[in-house]
């Protein structure tokens, strides 16, 4: 049973500091992303059209504030040499942990959203 499916929803309090920064339809999903955000951690497999999927262990620093700044590093196959981080705000990360609970719930597989990798990879700047 992957870890998305076990968590509890954050306690109501920490959910409305963070419902301004998200539309109505993402505040159903809010309270499971904001605890999977205070865990610290995500294990899943970046899905690779017609290849094997690539293991991955996504690391952060939780802090409460959703204007704060989170510094988020993957590593992926185990591989030093294969590691990469990204500041970004606690709501716009929290945003993306969002994204990997609706993607799970309709693929079953545990992996960041197209945009966070191209925020990752620096290739939109």
Same mark, same amino acid.
């Given at each position: !049973?992957?870890?998305?499916?076990? +968590?509890?929803?954050?306690?109501?309090?920490?959910? +409305? !500091?963070?419902?301004?920064?998200?539309?109505?339809?993402?505040?159903?999903?809010?309270? *499971?992303?904001?605890?999977? *955000?205070?865990?610290?951690?995500?294990?899943?497999?970046?899905?690779?059209?017609? #290849?094997?999927?690539?293991? @991955?262990?996504?690391?952060?620093?939780?802090?409460? =504030?959703?204007?704060? !700044?989170?510094?988020?590093?993957?590593? @992926?196959?185990?591989?030093?040499? =294969?590691?990469?981080?990204?500041? =970004?705000?606690?709501? #716009?990360?929290?945003? *993306?942990?969002? &994204?990997?609970?609706?993607?799970?719930?309709? @693929?079953?597989?545990?992996? @960041?959203?197209?945009?966070?990798?191209?925020? +990752? &990879?620096? +290739?939109?700047?």
């Amino acid at each position: !049973m992957s870890s998305i499916e076990k +968590l509890q929803a954050a306690s109501k309090a920490d959910t +409305l !500091m963070y419902q301004p920064y998200y539309g109505k339809e993402q505040h159903e999903i809010l309270p *499971y992303a904001l605890s999977l *955000y205070q865990q610290g951690y995500l294990e899943g497999e970046r899905i690779i059209e017609g #290849k094997t999927n690539i293991p @991955f262990v996504a690391i952060w620093y939780v802090s409460r =504030l959703p204007a704060e !700044m989170t510094r988020c590093r993957i590593q @992926f196959d185990g591989n030093a040499d =294969l590691s990469y981080e990204i500041n =970004l705000s606690n709501s #716009k990360f929290i945003e *993306y942990l969002i &994204l990997v609970i609706k993607n799970f719930k309709k @693929f079953r597989q545990t992996d @960041f959203s197209q945009q966070f990798y191209r925020k +990752l &990879l620096r +290739l939109d700047e």
